[in-house]
């Protein structure tokens, strides 16, 4: 059976031999270099213990140097699975997600036909590297030495010039012999509207040959001399040769180059990826269109784990970024992302290769800014989060974009870097205490905390004093419980914590993921110090209380959690009615600041004697004293015994 032309290429683009030759062979860790897509492993063709078998991904072949086998991903479905050409040719296409082309009995014809539109492109090539070199090109040469290119580098992107003609290119093809199909199928001419002769597709514009992955000329893109043209860059119309969806400029140069360690950039126009080139960043692209497309996500990829978007600075070119979150978040896998980096505004690469050198751009390169950040910029640059609906509405459009991440364990980690983020936009910063707190997203080391005089609870008296003792038990209960901590989130973000370091465990309970492998407590004197969490568990009162000292009884911890922060709202509520009372009293005193004060103080004691059915191993007594509930049934037990009525109050 013969396939169309071009099927087998786009196949081979699709199909990492590495992944295909990996469920067969285990990779030599030490010898591979799997960023590169460089690997080794022992043959799986004959026996031997050494590596010798050899996989080169970007090429996508494989070669062993014991004996000899070589091929590419078919050969070694072929070989290893012992199966005939087309069904190996299925096999792959089925794992690319490519349906294998019916019969085509003419298919060498059409393959006949490609050669021959690519040699037509190749004399189209030559004819425009001559215009550029005679009269007529005199100011695309100007132009482009004025842009830093000099006739060598001229030469090496075979840049030419169409001529300000009609069928200039027409009549050269022509009287070379080539048949108008042939022309018009190249895309480098369009059939008159009027019965005339067809005219050239480019003209009064530098050519600048697109080249697929194996170096042949399958397309061109042109920049306009005249500055009134309507389109200043002009691509080949698609063709049986060029899908502008599946193409990057500079491909194979590009693939070359960071196979030898270089990072992928991606730009936005051809004179950008030359300029990047020629200043030592030869692993660069552009792609062909207004948007970066899904397949050419997919080929950017196969270059590189994580590729930089170099993006112009200016709104066009944040939107653009922008649009590649939304076309990439649903394709990310884990190792395979991407990195933005944003002009400055006004500028492209080439503006500023030509005004600072390549050292600034490197050193944006450095900083080039993670998908997460990009997408956390998007959704919050220029807005004010000043209500509760406002922070719901963000967080709803982040959760919309993260639940489009298909791998889970990435889409938990976009989650918990949002969350970060989230923390650092609406959460002050800490003033201070020690071990690790929560800046900028991330856990940073600060000093340690010291017993101060102001918040030692050994000296500090009055209410003060009461409130960081309560504080104390609201944090110690939950490190020790950490399963009803999901209940309790919106009450400790409004947690109000004086010592530094209450803040401080405060923030790290918020930040904590639940399924980690060790205990919480665990956890929390990794980022904080082992002192502080000691400090905090090891306090008298704190010590004291049941869900402290006994873990495990989801309800009484529930209770002593929701019981303390009633409590600690009560108070902070008198207070503030009592500093707003005394400015009164200070004017014009009336009724209604003593109303204020009492109802105040009712909430107070409604929180202190909560109403909440009691299910704690503890009642009170008419007293008010607490009373142990067993102790109390045995009681009543032995009072039954001797005759007393059962439940009395002795």
């Not at 799986?44 to 000899?68: I, L, N, Q, W």
């Not at 509207?193 to 003209?203: A, E, H, L, S």
């Not at 899908?243 to 140069?253: C, E, I, M, Q, V």
Request: aromatic residues 6%.
């Amino acid at each position: 059976m013969s396939l169309p032309p071009g099927f087998l290429d786009e196949l081979r683009t699709r199909t990492s031999i590495v992944q295909v030759v990996g469920r067969k062979v285990m990779w030599d860790n030490r010898k591979s270099n799997q960023g590169k897509g460089d690997m080794w492993a022992p043959c799986p063709f004959h026996h031997e213990k050494t590596a010798s078998f050899h996989v080169d991904d970007r090429k996508g072949y494989y070669y062993c140097f014991g004996c000899h086998a070589k091929g590419d991903a078919i050969s070694f479905i072929r070989e290893t699975e012992n199966v005939e050409f087309m069904e190996a040719v299925k096999i792959l296409a089925q794992e690319a997600g490519m349906p294998v082309p019916e019969r085509d009995p003419q298919a060498q014809a059409k393959a006949d036909r490609r050669t021959q539109l690519v040699e037509v492109m190749e004399m189209a090539v030559r004819h425009f590297r001559l215009m550029l070199k005679a009269g007529a090109g005199a100011a695309a040469r100007d132009y482009l030495t004025g842009r830093g290119l000099d006739e060598a580098a001229q030469e090496r992107y075979d840049i030419g010039f169409a001529a300000d003609a009609w069928q200039d290119l027409w009549d050269h093809l022509k009287g070379k012999g080539v048949e108008d199909d042939l022309i018009l199928g190249c895309g480098l001419a369009k059939p008159s509207n009027k019965g005339g002769k067809p005219y050239d597709t480019f003209r009064n514009r530098i050519m600048f040959p697109i080249r697929d992955p194996r170096g042949r000329c399958i397309a061109f893109g042109g920049r306009a001399m005249d500055p009134t043209d309507n389109a200043k860059y002009l691509n080949s119309p698609e063709t049986e040769l060029f899908d502008k969806s599946r193409t990057l400029y500079h491909h194979g140069p590009a693939r070359e180059a960071a196979g030898k360690g270089q990072p992928l950039i991606v730009a936005e126009g051809y004179m950008d990826v030359i300029a990047l080139a020629e200043a030592g960043f030869g692993a660069s692209v552009a792609p062909l269109g207004t948007a970066v497309t899904e397949h050419q996500l997919a080929m950017l990829w196969r270059i590189a784990d994580e590729p930089i978007m170099a993006l112009d600075g200016d709104m066009a070119g944040l939107r653009a970024a922008y649009r590649v979150i939304d076309l990439a978040l649903p394709l990310l896998e884990a190792g395979k992302s991407l990195r933005f980096v944003l002009m400055p505004e006004g500028q492209d690469p080439d503006d500023l290769l030509r005004a600072e050198g390549a050292s600034a751009v490197q050193a944006l390169l450095d900083k080039a800014m993670p998908m997460v950040d990009l997408l956390w910029q998007r959704e919050t640059e220029g807005r004010d989060f000043d209500s509760p609906e406002r922070k719901a509405a963000l967080d709803k459009a982040l959760r919309e974009k993260i639940m489009t991440i298909r791998d889970p364990s990435l889409r938990s980690h976009y989650g918990q870097a949002i969350k970060d983020l989230r923390w650092q936009l609406f959460r002050p910063k800490p003033k201070g205490g020690g071990g690790f707190a929560a800046r900028g997203g991330k856990w940073q080391k600060i000093e340690p905390v010291r017993a101060t005089t102001k918040s030692s609870l050994l000296v500090a008296s009055g209410e003060a004093a009461q409130t960081h003792l309560r504080e104390a038990v609201v944090l110690a209960t939950l490190i020790r419980n950490p399963e009803i901590l999901p209940e309790f989130e919106a009450d400790l973000d409004r947690l109000q914590c004086e010592p530094p370091h209450h803040g401080q465990i405060r923030d790290a309970l918020l930040f904590h993921q639940p399924g980690g492998t060790g205990t919480l407590e665990a956890e929390l004197s990794e980022k904080l110090g082992l002192d502080v969490v000691e400090k905090l568990l090891s306090l008298p009162h704190v010590a004291l209380v049941p869900a402290v000292r006994r873990p495990g009884d989801a309800e009484l911890a529930r209770m002593t959690v929701g019981e303390t922060l009633a409590k600690l709202e009560a108070d902070r509520g008198l207070a503030a009615e009592i500093r707003e009372a005394e400015q009164d009293i200070a004017g014009v005193a009336d009724e209604a600041v003593t109303w204020r004060l009492n109802e105040a103080a009712q909430a107070r004691n409604r929180a202190w004697t909560s109403q909440q059915e009691d299910k704690t191993e503890y009642e009170r007594g008419r007293n008010g004293a607490p009373v142990s509930r067993a102790e109390r049934e045995r009681f009543d037990a032995l009072l039954d015994q001797i005759g007393f009525n059962k439940g009395s109050e002795g």
